[in-house]
């Protein structure tokens, strides 16, 4: 099993930047698909980001483009969204995801979340205006 820890949430104004770090235990960490989804009040959870294991490509959802990077260091065993030029409309709770075990998957298969095996318990980002 793997289990995964998020980090790095916090309070921000609007325009500023945080690095969101996912710290997973497992030996078969680098076989997995790491994704990055988002949960505001009132709304269900969104896709933001992911990179598959294969080749480290990576996906975005078109709001976050040029704005988050995610990337992954395997010996590490962790994945890190870094997010600039924050908005108040991004402002949730960020939660870390392992899964869709596939060499290489597309983009669709990356935004569905019933394709990740394990959830971390999420960090709040806040974004004041």
């Known amino acids: 099993q793997v289990q995964l820890v998020e980090s790095g949430g916090g309070l921000v104004q609007a325009g500023g930047s945080l690095r969101l770090s996912c710290a997973a235990s497992?030996?078969?960490?680098?076989?997995?698909?790491m994704g990055w989804f988002r949960q505001a009040p009132g709304k269900e959870r969104e896709f933001v980001a992911a990179?598959?294991?294969?080749?480290?490509?990576?996906y975005y959802e078109d709001s976050v483009k040029g704005r988050f990077t995610i990337s992954r260091d395997n010996a590490k065993n962790t994945v890190y969204l870094q997010m600039n030029s924050l908005k108040p409309e991004d402002a949730a709770v960020y939660y870390c995801?392992?899964?869709?075990?596939?060499?290489?998957?597309?983009?669709?298969?990356?935004?569905?979340?019933?394709?990740?095996?394990?959830w971390g318990q999420g960090t709040q980002v806040t974004v004041s205006s």
């Open positions: 995801a392992a899964g869709h075990r596939l060499e290489y998957l597309t983009i669709v298969q990356a935004m569905d979340s019933n394709g990740y095996d394990y």
């Open positions: 497992g030996r078969t960490f680098s076989s997995y698909t």
């Open positions: 990179i598959r294991w294969s080749d480290s490509r990576t």
